[in-house]
């Protein structure tokens, strides 16, 4: 097992990685937290795989649980959701000492994070990541929250957990599309920090992903631990290919593209503007669009999704400060900044070359 502490202003709580972990998962949140009346939150697909050991592991070591199961998909980071969530919690009987454990992909632990955060003014709450983008990502660092129409994540709250076990097993059962999107917040964090990383990945899953994992969140939890309120300008590094990606991801309608391949598309967006204003290398955009392609994700725009439409959502982003967009940036592959030089005109020809990559 790979143990990685996180320690920010708000809280320190341990990143637990390692094969067959779930199937613990009782005993290891016991050592933190008293056993106690606890709503597991997860989805129809992953109820299907792994909601039963989960519910006798927490059983076993004297957690009382009620299970809450909200559709998959993109479309379930709802106010309705998180209504029903809290309702229900409240209806069980559930106080101020239970405990919510979030067992599924992004979209379960943002919100079921966020009705951690908001039930009874915050309850302690556990992330049991089973996707790449969660084990990698999501479910480190306390960004909870929901979509509306007009855009991704717009209401939120930071809600750090008390543990996160990621168990890589788990994505043995991902569907190979729900599999590589994940990878779009690994290419990230390796154009913010650690370009290394990209020789490590190849085309075919990997046996086990434990030590990626475990590199991934180390980037991550470098940036939290210096700005967890997403003050400062560091945290919001990790926004990388996000301002164009959520835009793109709303403006296709929630669902009909993965967050990850839209994160794709953002990434190859933010490398054009890092060219034009940065002096970043035609062959840096075309080694990273190579990498993307390899691994599945897309890197051409459909033409159904609209410019205008992109720019439209992306002007309700939180990126978005006094009517001007902020930007990630990089000057050179493995490291980032923050812009506010990009105009929406920029970012409209970033976008239209997105129609214009020829694939390999
Ligand atoms: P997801 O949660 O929708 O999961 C993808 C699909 O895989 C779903 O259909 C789900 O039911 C299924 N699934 C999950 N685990 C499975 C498993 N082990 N076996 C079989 N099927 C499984 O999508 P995601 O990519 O994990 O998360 C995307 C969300 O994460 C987006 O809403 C994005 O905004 C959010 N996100 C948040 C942060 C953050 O810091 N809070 C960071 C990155 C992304
Ligand atoms: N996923 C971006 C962040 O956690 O700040």
């Not at 709503?39 to 076993?60: E, F, G, I």
Request: hydrophobic share 45%.
């Amino acid at each position: 097992m790979l143990k990685i502490p996180i320690s920010c202003s708000h809280a320190s709580y341990d990143v637990l990685v390692g094969g067959g972990l779930l199937t613990h998962s009782g005993d290891l949140v016991a050592k933190i937290l008293a056993p106690s009346r606890c709503a597991v939150v997860t989805d129809s697909n992953v109820a299907r795989h792994y909601l039963q050991p989960v519910l006798a592991s927490l059983k076993n070591v004297g957690f009382k649980p009620i299970t809450l199961v909200v559709p998959s998909g993109e479309r379930s980071k709802s106010f309705r959701q998180v209504y029903n969530l809290c309702h229900s919690m409240v209806v069980a009987g559930l106080d101020r000492k239970s405990v919510l454990f979030s067992l599924g992909g992004g979209v379960i632990g943002d919100l079921s994070g966020f009705a951690a955060a908001i039930f009874q003014r915050g309850i302690p709450l556990v992330q049991l990541p089973t996707t790449v983008t969660a084990q990698v990502d999501s479910s480190v660092g306390g960004k909870t929250g929901v979509n509306v129409a007009a855009g991704k994540n717009l209401i939120g709250a930071f809600h750090q957990p008390q543990l996160v076990i990621a168990d890589p097993l788990t994505l043995n059962t991902l569907p190979n599309r729900e599999y590589w999107e994940g990878f779009a917040e690994i290419v990230k964090h390796a154009i913010i920090q650690d370009m290394a990383m990209l020789k490590t990945l190849s085309p075919e899953r990997p046996k086990d992903l434990s030590a990626l994992i475990a590199r991934n969140i180390t980037v991550k939890s470098a940036l939290i631990a210096s700005d967890e309120g997403d003050k400062s300008g560091l945290r919001a590094l990790l926004n990388f290919g996000h301002t164009i990606g959520h835009g793109i991801e709303t403006a296709a309608g929630y669902g009909s593209l993965f967050h990850g391949e839209a994160i794709s598309l953002g990434i190859i967006a933010a490398l054009w503007l890092s060219k034009r204003f940065s002096g970043l290398l035609q062959s840096d955009l075309e080694y990273i669009a190579r990498i993307l392609q390899r691994l599945s994700l897309p890197i051409v725009l459909p033409d159904r999704i609209l410019t205008d439409s992109v720019l439209t959502t992306m002007r309700k982003d939180k990126k978005f400060e006094q009517g001007k967009p902020r930007f990630v940036l990089t000057h050179r592959l493995g490291s980032a900044y923050l812009s506010d030089e990009v105009d929406l005109q920029d970012a409209r020809s970033a976008i239209e070359f997105l129609r214009k990559l020829q694939p390999n």
